[in-house]
């Protein structure tokens, strides 16, 4: 299994930044992806980025393109969400899930990819 926890959330005015974090234990060695998901209050969860756990590639979603980066460090087994030029609309818990099929890289904004799971954090975005 693979425990995963997410950290840095927290109150911030519009035009804003947070960088989160994502530190996972456990099984490391059989994380192929990681992504982050966000979900506001009576809305679906939904993607925000993806990255490879080995070559780094990564996907974005239309909303977020140019605002957020998503990064990692592999000797931290970390992962990270930087969010600038935040906006109310970002206002959400957001979620750090991974998974570890390589063949399933080709569906990184698809809930059902992921495997694990975190608790959670939340960003409030005020206007």
């Known amino acids: 299994q693979v425990q995963l926890v997410e950290s840095g959330g927290g109150l911030v005015q519009a035009g804003g930044s947070l960088r989160l974090s994502c530190a996972a234990s456990?099984?490391?060695?059989?994380?192929?992806?990681l992504g982050w998901f966000r979900q506001a209050p009576g809305e679906e969860r939904q993607f925000v980025a993806a990255?490879?756990?080995?070559?780094?590639?990564?996907y974005y979603a239309d909303s977020v393109t140019g605002r957020f980066t998503i990064s990692r460090d592999n000797a931290k087994n970390t992962v990270y969400l930087q969010m600038n030029s935040l906006i109310p609309d970002d206002t959400a818990v957001y979620y750090c899930?991974?998974?570890?099929?390589?063949?399933?890289?080709?569906?990184?904004?698809?809930?059902?990819?992921?495997?694990?799971w975190g608790q959670g954090t939340q960003v409030t975005v005020s206007s």
């Open positions: 456990g099984r490391t060695w059989s994380i192929y992806a």
């Open positions: 899930a991974s998974h570890g099929k390589p063949q399933s890289w080709a569906r990184p904004r698809e809930r059902q990819t992921y495997d694990y």
């Open positions: 990255i490879n756990w080995y070559g780094g590639a990564t």
